[in-house]
């Protein structure tokens, strides 16, 4: 029973009677300590090949907007091939066994700049949040001791403020838009600037997934300085709002209260802490009687089943804390 003591419902019934093999899969095994058999049989279902069908012969998937400028169109194609690779890692479990996955990843690989980031999204200029997000799901499949891998991390860990924590190097210069796209150079880091709790929550996501990297001192640090932070405005401009921790993605994709809780139960942080439990009560009072969850979700809304994606990460994440 363990974490389920700390919630006011039972969770689990909310899972039992969903058509959605997937899903069901995940629950039965890291919910329910149940062998689901192997994870290849998720790989043929209709929602996979429905993406797959769509990947372009590079490896990519095509952003659904028009773009006309050249180094956007190549963010913006990193950026929907990280998104679709998303949902087929983190919902179907496809990982680098299966040739689109390593296809994919041979794409993002080749986007990957000689100082190890990835760029477009903010144009030429730095963009640790993407980085991080792309090596996140790509450490989730598989990718784990490729060079590629160790140089993005490499990269985030020397753009860090003097704190410790992440910010956009761009945002510390109080920019317009105007301004950066007359820009030919990355704004450096000004290292003596607060950190963004938005974007270190980001950050930390591979770290946090990574078997080398995941009790290292320095990331440790970094995640004690997120957690103080939770519920509190940003210091910079980009979600700010307090609101935004509680508007919540899956697949995530900024940092919000459950992806932020999630990273630090990976990092091994314990309920005890003060801030951390807070967090841990907001959702447990978002519980609604039938064990499901009251709550405000971003992205995924062409699933009818997105409620108990993010039911289940929730489940998992206080199995972490609690056992």
């Not at 980009?238 to 990976?266: C, M, N």
């Amino acid at each position: 029973m363990g974490w389920r003591n700390h919630l006011n419902y039972d969770p689990l019934p909310q899972f039992a009677d969903v058509d959605n093999k997937a899903l069901q899969y995940q629950v039965r095994r890291d919910l329910q300590g149940l062998n689901p058999g192997p994870v290849t049989s998720l790989w043929d279902l209709y929602p996979v090949q429905r993406i797959l069908r769509k990947q372009q012969e590079d490896g990519s998937w095509k952003y659904p907007k028009k773009k006309t400028d050249p180094i956007e169109i190549s963010g913006y194609k990193q950026l929907e091939t990280f998104r679709q690779l998303g949902i087929l890692v983190e919902k179907y479990l496809l990982n680098r066994d299966h040739s689109s996955v390593q296809r994919a990843a041979d794409f993002l690989f080749n986007c990957q700049t000689e100082e190890g980031d990835f760029r477009g999204i903010y144009r030429n200029q730095y963009s640790p949040n993407y980085t991080a997000a792309y090596l996140e799901i790509l450490i989730k499949a598989g990718f784990i001791d490729e060079e590629a891998i160790e140089r993005g991390l490499q990269w985030l860990l020397s753009i860090r403020e003097d704190d410790g924590g992440w910010t956009v190097p761009l945002r510390t210069e109080h920019l317009r838009w105007g301004e950066v796209i007359k820009l030919t150079e990355p704004v450096q880091p000004r290292r003596e600037k607060r950190f963004s709790q938005m974007i270190t929550g980001v950050v930390l996501r591979p770290f946090a997934v990574h078997p080398r990297y995941s009790h290292q001192a320095d990331i440790l640090r970094a995640g004690e300085k997120l957690a103080t932070q939770i519920f509190k405005a940003d210091n910079y401009t980009d979600r700010k709002a307090p609101e935004y921790w509680t508007r919540i993605t899956f697949p995530f994709w900024f940092s919000d209260i459950l992806s932020v809780l999630d990273t630090l139960s990976r990092l091994g942080f314990s309920a005890d802490h003060q801030n951390i439990r807070e967090a841990i009560d907001w959702f447990v009072n978002q519980q609604k009687r039938d064990g499901s969850w009251s709550l405000y979700l971003l992205k995924g809304a062409g699933d009818k089943h997105q409620s108990l994606w993010v039911a289940l990460v929730i489940c998992r994440m206080l199995k972490r804390f609690f056992g």
